[in-house]
C-alpha cells in the first residue's frame, strides 16, 4: 500500500472532518477537537510529504470532480518536501491552537467560535494540495482557495482591533493581483499545452519562444513573490502576518510564503526546463534585496510580530537567493553547484519553517500572556514565562545564522555555492556571486542584531509594563506545541547530515540539470565536487566542552576570593528603574544612523518654550518613525491615483436609479445602432 | 425551424395579429399614464404573447408548446397583473403625474426604437426566412421599451411593468426565434421573474413606508457621499 495515498487521504479526510466537527459541536470543546484533528491532518501530510519525498509515486485523477477540467493530482519528491514542510508546522499550529483559541483563555478573544474553527482545516487542507496539485486548474483552484481561507483567518480578530480590517484589504488586494498574474502566465502556457496537466506543459515548454517563456515565468514569478513577500510586493505581509492570530500567523509566515518559492522552482525549472540566464538573475537580485531590505526592516521594527513577519521577507529573499543562483548555474551548465545552491535554498525553506514556527508561536504565547506585541511595553518576561522565554532564545538563535542554530547550516551551504559559483565562468558570474555574498553575510549580521533585540529587549531586564509585570506563563497545549517546534529545530540544527541526502531525489525532481549536492557521513556534512565539510554535531559538542571548561574555571577561580553581596552600580543615582533599560527603539537607533539613507527615518523634535522666557524649554517632544519606504515611494502615488479616479467616477453617480439605468440603455442602444450602421 | 409552407395563411395572419397586439400593448404601456390601466395593457399583453405561443402550439401540433400557451396566459395575464396590483393601493398615488420624458416624445422614441430593433435583426432573420422569423423584431421593440419605460417613468409600479415588458418580449424573442423552448428554461424563468416580482413588490411597500411616497428618485438620499 503507498504511503503516500494513504498519508494524503488520512489528511484530508481529518480536515474534513475538522471542519464539519467546528460546524456541529458546541463552543466548549470546540477547540480541542478541532485542533486535535488539525493535527492530525498535519501529521498526515508529513507522512505522505516524507514518502513522496522517498520516492513513493502518487497520481490520482478525478475527472469528474471539477467542471471542465477536473482534478489531478501528482505527489513528486519536490511537491512532497513542501507538503511535509507544511504539514509539520500545522500540527505545531493545530496544537498551540487548541490553548491559544480556548474560550476559557484570558480575554476571551472569541476565536473558538465557529466561524474561525470551520475555516482554520480548510486552510491546512488547502495549503496540503498545491504542492500536490499536477494541473493548472487544480492549482489555481487550490492556490485561490488557499487565499481566501487565509484571508478569512487573518480578518477573525476585526472587530477587536480596526487595524485588522485594513491588513486585510492590502492582503485581499495584494493576493489577487498575484493570483491574477499566475493566472495569466499559466493560461498563455496552456494555450500551447492540450489538458493543461503539468506532463502536458512540461513537454510542450521546448516549442514555446524564448519571448512566450520569458512573459510566462515573468508573470507567475510576479504573482508567486508577492505570495512569498518578496520586495516589492511585501507591503502585506507586514500587516497580514501580524494582525492574523498567532497560530495562524504561524501557518502563513512559516508554511503558506513558502508555496510561492515551490511555484517558482516549479514552472522555472520543472516546467519551463531553466530557460534564460536573465530570469534567474533577475531572482537572485529581488532575493537579495529582498533580505537586506527585510532583516534592516526588522531590525527597526518595534513590533514582535511585525519583526518576525519582516524576517519571512528577509528569509524568502535567501531562499531565492539560492534558487536564483541555482537557475544561473543549471543555465550555464555547472550541475553540481546548480545542485548545491537548490539544496541550500529548500534546506533553508524546511529551517525556516521550522523556526518561524516557534518564533511565531512563542510570539503568541507573550500576546496571550500580556496582551501586547509592543517590544517597548515588554521586558522582564523570564522570570514569569520561563518556558516561552527558554524556547524564544531557542527560536532566535536558530534564526540568526550563528553556529548551534539551524539557519546556520543552510546559509553555509549557500554560501559556499556562492563563493564557488564566483569561478563558475562568465562576467556575470564574476559580479552576480560576489554582491550575493555580500548580501546574505550583511543579511547574517543585521538577523543576529535583530534577534538580540527582540529576546533581549522582549525578556530580559524588567518588565516595563504592568501587563508584562503580571504575565503568566501559557498552557500545556501551547508549551507543547512550542517544544515541538523547538525540538524541530535543534534536530534541523544538529543532525543537517540527515536530511541534506535526503534532498537529493527533491533536487533531482526539479530538473535534469541539478545534480545531488552532498555525500553523507555519519557525523560530517561533506560535500561533492567542492571542498566543504561541516560537522554541527562535533561543533555543538567542541562548543559544549568549551563552555563546561569555563564554567569550570570561574568556580576554581572564584572559589579562591571571598564573594560579597552587593547592589548594581548605578552611578549613584538610586534604585534602576526600567526606564533606564535599553528599549527596543533606542537598541536600533545606531543601526538606524548607519542605514539613514535607506530607511529614511522620520524624525520629529517639538520644542516649547517657557511662557515668560523663549531662553528656557519648558518641554521637548521627540517622535521618530521609520516608515516602509518602498511603500510609500511604490504603493502611495498608485493608491492616491485610484482614489482620484474613484473621485472622478463618483460624478457619474449622483444617486438616481434612472441616471443608472438610462447608462445601460443608452449603452445598449448604441451598440445596437453600431450594429446596424456597421453591419 | 419551422417550415414556411407548414404555415397556413391563416396561421400566419392570427400570429401576426399577436405579434401586432404584443406591440401596441407595450406602446400604450408608454402612453397611459393611469397605474390601473398600465396594469391592464400590461395583462392584455400577456394574452397577446399567450396567443402567439398558441398560434405556433397549433400549427407544429405540440403539446408541449400547448402547455406552455396555458403558462404563459396563467403567469403573465393573471398571476403577475394580480400581484403587481396587490402593490398598488398602498402605492400612494395612483398616477405617473411627470414622467422624465413626455408622452409625445416617449411615443416618437418607441417609434425610433421600433425602426432599431428591425435594423438590429435583419441579420437574424436572413439566417432562416419564414414568416415567423419575421416576427422577431417585435420581440426586441418590446424590449427596448421596457428598457425605455424604466428609465423614464418615476413611479415603483411603472418600473415594475418595464421590467417585466423586457421579460415578456425576452420571452417572445425566444419562441419566433426558436423552434420549441424546452420546457424547463420556460418554468425556470417564468419562476425568476416570480421572484423578481415579489421582490419588487416588498420593496415598493417599504418605499411607502419609509417616504410616503414610491418616486424612485427620493432614492438619491440613499448614496453615500
Known sequence: MNPAAVGLGLSLGAAAVASVTALVCPDRVRPLLVGLLAAVSGAAGVVAGVAGMAGHRLAVTLPDLLPLFGIRLVLDPLGGLFMAAVGGVAVAAAVFGIGYTSPQGRGGSGLHRRAFQVVYPLFVAAMLLVPAAASIGTFLVCWELMAVTSLLLVLAEHRRRPAVAQAGLWYAVMTHLGMVAILVGLVLFAAHAPGGSFAALRDAAGELSPLVRGVVFVATLIGFASKSGVVPLHVWLPRAHPE?????SALMSAAMVNLGVYGIVRVGFDLLGVGSRWWWVLVLTLGAVSAVYGILQAAMSTDLKRLLGYSTTENMGLVLVGVGAAGMFAAAGNQVLAGLAMAAALLHVVNHAAFKTLLFLSAGSVLHATGTRDLDELGGLRARMPAT????????????????????????????GLIHGVAAGGVAFAVTMPVAVAAVALTAGLAVASFVKAFGVGFLARPRSAAAENATESGPTMIGAMGLAGAACVALALAPTVLVPALAPVVGAAGPLLDSPA??????????????????????????VAALAVVLLLRFVADRR?????????????????????????????LQRVFDDVLAPELDVDVTHVQESRYLVDSVEYRARVPDRIERRLYQPVLRLVDAWGQAGRGLANGSVHRYLGYGFYTLVGLLVLLAVTR | MTDTAALSSLSVQLLYLSCGAFLLAAVVVLWRRQLAAIVRVFALQGVALAGIVAVLAVEQRSLELALLAVGVLALRAIGLPWLVRRAMPAAGPARETSPLVNVAASLLAAAVLTLLAYAVAQPLITLSPSPVTRAVPVGLTVVLVGFFVLITRRRAVSQVIGFLL??????????????????????????????????LQVLTTRMQAAFGDTDLDDLTELRDT
Not at chain 1, 547550516?409 to 559556499?416: H, Y
Open chain 1, 244 to 248: 492574523a492570530p498567532s497560530h495562524v
Open chain 2, 166 to 199: 423586457i421579460d415578456n418580449g425576452i420571452t417572445a424573442a425566444a419562441f419566433l426565434t426558436t423552434a420549441e423552448v424546452p420546457l424547463i428554461v420556460e418554468l425556470g424563468v417564468s419562476l425568476d421573474v416570480l421572484f423578481a416580482v415579489l421582490v
Open chain 1, 562 to 590: 571571598t564573594r560579597r553581596q552587593a547592589r548594581l552600580w548605578d552611578c549613584g543615582a538610586g534604585p534602576l528603574s526600567a526606564r533606564m533599560e535599553y528599549t527596543a527603539t533606542s537598541f536600533a537607533e545606531p
Open chain 1, 519 to 544: 555525500a553523507q557521513g555519519a557525523l560530517t556534512l561533506r560535500l561533492v565536487a567542492v571542498a566543504g565539510s561541516l560537522s554541527p554535531l562535533l561543533l555543538a559538542a567542541a562548543l559544549l
Open chain 1, 389 to 416: 522565554t527558554l524556547l524564544f532564545g531557542l527560536g532566535a538563535l536558530a534564526a540568526s545564522a550563528l553556529p548551534l542554530g539551524a539557519a546556520f547550516v543552510s546559509e553555509w551551504l549557500l554560501l559556499q
